[in-house]
């Protein structure tokens, strides 16, 4: 835990939570027989028509907002508030009209001056409480035009807010209303509006063109409506596209009463009212497609939810539906409200989605997925491809969760919004959400949701035949993007990364984080061990218990659906699907398995798994029944002391500040790092790891090796230590002076920090060891036979150094490169490096070896991890973080790597460019047995 530590925690509580959401949304009413319907009111001017511009007109004062019956007949009438920050001819008017009868049609009309606007607002949404988000506008207006078309005959014409005409009643007109389905209407001419011209259809042009119509007229002084032209007042001029030519620029046409009755007819032809559910719920999922081509993301997800209204079983409205809604949580009123509270300002889903906001788009130009010898690519489909990781080089345990982890990449994803001023000064507000609270939220809505998402995708998963495909449009790249397919593959793929996205959710649920008494966000990120070690940090809360195993049935959900994924997928052909392992041979498909397997066995109970060759007891449901808390943990400190006032001033926790070695003008910062103070207090985890201990080494390593102390150098190095060495006392260090172009040796006392040059050379070093009472350093020779490495020595006089012949050369066998020298009296071990193939990863292998009268040999010791040192004590061999029986070769010991770079006087050393950390030798916080350094 090093730099920034703090910091990074306040922001990331803020995505990595996704905390965002407070109180549900409420209708309420108490049971109440009255609506209050609540909206806003958005008047156009002349530049909104579709595709074309002309002049902006001024704007009449006094706004009234009326609800009609269907009879005609005014019954409510209020003054709306008006968005002053606006422009008046730009104004929004929010209006509240209380006191409505449930259960009834109405039409609201707004009205400025001659302007008018019209919705209509059908009985079964007209419920006690708030009905909310009526917006009024020129879409809607041109709404009711279609559905006064469809329910006028030539004998009695319909005008909806106006008296009905002899022969119609308002039963009769409310029942008509229920087949025309005039919310359908809205959205038809919503589709068409937002798609552009070039999204327009010999069908939709009709729309198209009465929409033009609405927003001339409205916009005309004089006019003010569309029934005025309509009933035959004032001629306007708007603009048309021709059916036959849809996609072609509008051209302007005046636009008489009877002309515009033939645009109001035409477009009144054009809709179709569905007959079923079935064919209402394809008419919405198309318009949500036309909405995606878009990026709106809102109307999208709006039109995939009256899809699932009309059939809840619909494939593509359970697809849509599930990826839409959950980019729609950063439209969500209660997350504006947190995320205020954070003084963030989050651009919408449309802005993100249209490439308006410093977001990337959430379909981000999406490509097939291919699997190829082991690692996962992307096939270039697009002309901008985002890299993907690789799982080439993991188990195949690790493979099986990373794959299903890139898998994740088919969900559209959004990144954080603005920064507040505060932010970008490193500072929270005052008004920031407690961890707690963000936590509720997590609880109330944020899983809440993504358990909906899931049962969308189920239902997916349940149809047959069905696919869902994210155009080149939708991707934002139509010009160069291709077509993706989402199969019942990517549905249970997709299944299983929500559930392991619930189980991370459960766990930051279950226990408390939050920042302890008396500090604030600003100041725990400048001591960031206080709330690590505070007692009531990483403690269960009181149902944390039961979120632990509400956590499991998530994970073995997410296991399951992983294994479906996997067999619906590597049966595909080469470029089927959006995920392709086509080329995977059998006994890669068949590891892939067996780890998912392991993964299955593992979530079952106790169970021995294989990793790596290694067979280890594990119980996983532990981790859930049994679940960890700050009693598991080892205690922290920090590395070297921390100093208050310098925290203060740089918002982290800084122990030290230093003129840079580059230009001493220039300050450099010590930020101190935490390190553990003890070892694990149980080996076996709370039972995770049955049967592990210290000595029984299950799970491959014997314990932590506790810090010490630490101390701040005398003087900064320049450059981290290139290589390290000790006589037993002191310790030297490679620092390469880019400035003068030298190569310095430096002397540490490792209890004191003092730092001195030793000497100082041209000769560039790298490793350096303690051999026959002085230094020497690995030397490399490339010919066009190869490469050969030299032990040679550095040979000191006076403050500088020289490099002399080497003692013994050694040519690689088989091995790439020299990671780490030492000494056992004449003998000189060194470890090594190299990579193997097993046809589905590339395994890395470490080995020592020694150089004894002249002889290269292997010592049979192989260390689990790359060794950056050596040493010999007594009979054993430590290699990094692994100690070796000298004469056995086995394995006795592997301790928590922390880097480690030397030995001196039974505590194993850490060095940096600013510090010199020490660890005790057990992690009983003994000495590792007394070193003989020869």
Known sequence: MGSGWGKKFLYLAMTVFLAALVAACGGGGGGSSTATVTGSANFPVADNVLAKRVAAVATDAGVFVEAYSLDGKQVAQVNPTADTTLPENQRIYSYSIPGLKVNTDYVIKVRRGSQVLKKLIEKDSVVPGVVAGQTVDAITTAAVVVASQKLSTPEAPV?????????????????????????????????????????????SVSYANLYNMVVVAVSTPGVGSVDSVLSGGTAISVPLFNAEAPTAPAVFSNISSSSAGSIASSSGDAYV??????????????????????????????????????????????????????????????????????????????????????????FGNMTSLHFTGGQLTAAKRTAKTAALTTVASAPAAVKALAVIKELTALLPQQKTGFKSVAKELGLVPSTAPSVSEMQAMIDNVIIPRFDTIIARLQKAEAATNNSFTITAAMQGNPLYGQNVVLGTGEYYALDAALNAIQVLFKFSTAYSFDVPSGYTYDTIAQDPLAMINNSGVFVLKSDGKAKMAAGLDYARKATAKSILAFNEIKGRAYGVGAVDIATWTQTQKDDFTNALNNITTALAGPSTITIDGASIRVDLTKFFTNPLDRSNLPTFAYDVPRNASLSLKYMDPVAAEYPSPWDPNYMELTV???????????????????????????????GILPMA????????????????????????VVDYNWTDNLCEIKKINPATGDVSTYATGSTWLGLIFWYQGQLYTVTESVS?????????????????????????????????????????????????????????????????RKVSNGQDTSTGMHPTNRSDVLT???????????????????????????????????????VKNDRIIKFYGTPSKGLAKSLRFL
């Open 672 to 702: 101190c790092d935490v390190y553990p103070t003890s070892d694990l207090p149980d080996y076996t985890l709370n039972g995770i790891l049955p049967g592990n201990s210290a000595a029984s080494n299950v799970a491959g390593f014997n």
């Open 709 to 732: 102390s630490g101390k701040l150098l005398s003087h900064r190095l320049y450059d981290y230590a290139a290589g390290v060495a000790t006589d037993g006392t002191s310790v030297y």
């Open 784 to 848: 066009q036979t190869g490469a050969s490495y030299g032990f040679a020595p550095v040979n000191v006089n006076g403050s500088t150094y020289t490099v002399g012949s080497p003692i013994q050369t050694i040519v690689p066998q088989n091995w790439y490169g020299i990671t780490a020298v030492t000494a056992n009296g004449t003998d000189i071990y060194y470890g090594t490096w190299w990579d193997s193939w097993d046809g589905f990863t590339f395994n890395h292998q470490y080995e020592v």
């Open 159 to 203: 005008v909806l807010g106006d008296p009905l005409p002899a022969g119609k009643t308002v039963g009769s007109v409310s029942a008509t209303l229920v087949t025309i389905q005039p919310a359908l209407i809205e959205t038809s001419i919503s589709a068409a509006v937002k798609g552009g011209r070039d999204a327009l259809t010999d069908t």
């Open 273 to 362: 009212p569905p007959t079923s559910g079935t064919e209402t719920a394809a008419m919405y999922v198309q318009q949500a497609k036309q909405y995606l081509a878009k990026q709106d993301i809102a109307n999208a997800n709006k039109c995939f939810e009256l899809a699932l209204a009309a059939d809840s079983s619909s494939a593509e409205a359970n697809v849509g539906g599930a990826l839409t809604s959950g980019l729609m949580i950063m439209d969500d009123a209660d997350f504006k409200a947190i995320a205020a509270k954070w003084e963030v300002v989050y651009p919408s889903v449309t802005q993100v989605m249209q490439g308006t906001s410093p977001v990337r788009l959430p």
């Open 872 to 910: 010999i004590s007594n009979g054993y061999l430590y290699a990094g973080s692994d100690k070796f029986d000298l004469n056995t070769k086995e394995l006795v010991a592997s301790y928590v790597d922390m880097g480690f770079k030397a030995f001196v006087g039974g505590y194993f050393y850490k």
